[in-house]
């Protein structure tokens, strides 16, 4: 019986890991997306590489590609109209749609980013103007927004998904989320080379966010099913 037990036991854990796994939102670039990564930038008249910029080296080529990438994945998609659910969102689904939405600019950007050898990791924000915590993250039509950091020579650095918005002040410090949701009211003076304001006003509000959350409905990556999409490794980050 004890030798039962314990098989039953290692059997369950074995099939809760493998489920675990096969929600699993991938973060590999493939060549797919490097391919339509590249397609994406040339059609908005940037280069595909950066071969004539150090990017571990100089902090002022990483902001001048980072904010090449936000512009060009928002001329890739000027529909604001977000993807149906049940089907891919990577590079090449949202420049041959013409269209996306937060979570899918953001996949984008995050995707392109990678490739050109960024650190980057996806956020959910949520509001908690009317609920609290916990409430917020599980009450459907809670005001959400999804966007990226990427980490700089300098630090996490916010890159918004639905304006040409990045969190670089004046002074050249870099704001991550963590900073700015302790900056009470939201900062309204960024660095003259940022083109617009943040999308979302409710960063003046109270708000709450998750590392690595890419949907609670799970319909976003497969298997498209009521399981959140997550990336372990990320959430993990919020810890």
């Known amino acids: 019986m004890r030798a039962l037990r314990t098989f039953l036991v290692f059997g369950a854990g074995a099939i809760l890991i493998a489920g675990a796994a096969a929600h ?52 890739a998609t000027p529909d604001g109209t977000g993807l149906p659910q049940g089907q891919p969102r990577e590079p090449k689904d949202v420049f041959i749609a013409g269209q996306g939405l937060c979570f899918d600019r953001s996949r984008a950007i995050e995707k392109i980013l990678s490739g050109l ?5 996806h956020l959910a924000i949520y509001s908690t103007a009317e609920h609290g915590l916990l ?29 040409r918005w990045i969190g670089l002040g004046p002074d050249g410090a870099v704001h991550g989320i963590e900073a700015i949701q ?21 960063f003046s509000e109270p708000f709450t966010y998750v590392i690595g959350l890419y949907s609670r409905h799970g319909k976003f990556f497969p298997p498209y099913n009521q399981v959140p999409d997550v990336n372990y490794a990320q959430l993990l980050q919020n810890f």
Request: glycine content about 6%; cysteine-free.
């Open 182 to 202: 302790a900056r009470d009211p939201f900062r309204t003076e960024w660095a003259a080379i940022v083109p617009e304001p943040a999308s979302w006003p409710l």
């Open 24 to 75: 699993e939102v991938d973060t590999a670039v493939t060549d797919e997306d490097r391919a339509y990564g590249a397609r994406v930038l040339a059609n908005a008249g940037y280069a595909a590489e950066n071969d004539d910029q150090d990017l571990h080296g100089s902090f002022d080529a990483q902001v001048e590609t980072i904010l090449a990438v936000q512009d060009a994945v928002l001329k």
């Open 117 to 121: 050898g960024f650190e980057t990791r």
């Open 135 to 163: 409430r917020a993250l599980v009450t459907p039509g809670t005001a959400s927004h999804a966007l990226t950091e990427v980490r700089t020579l300098r630090g996490w650095m916010l890159v918004d998904s639905n304006a």
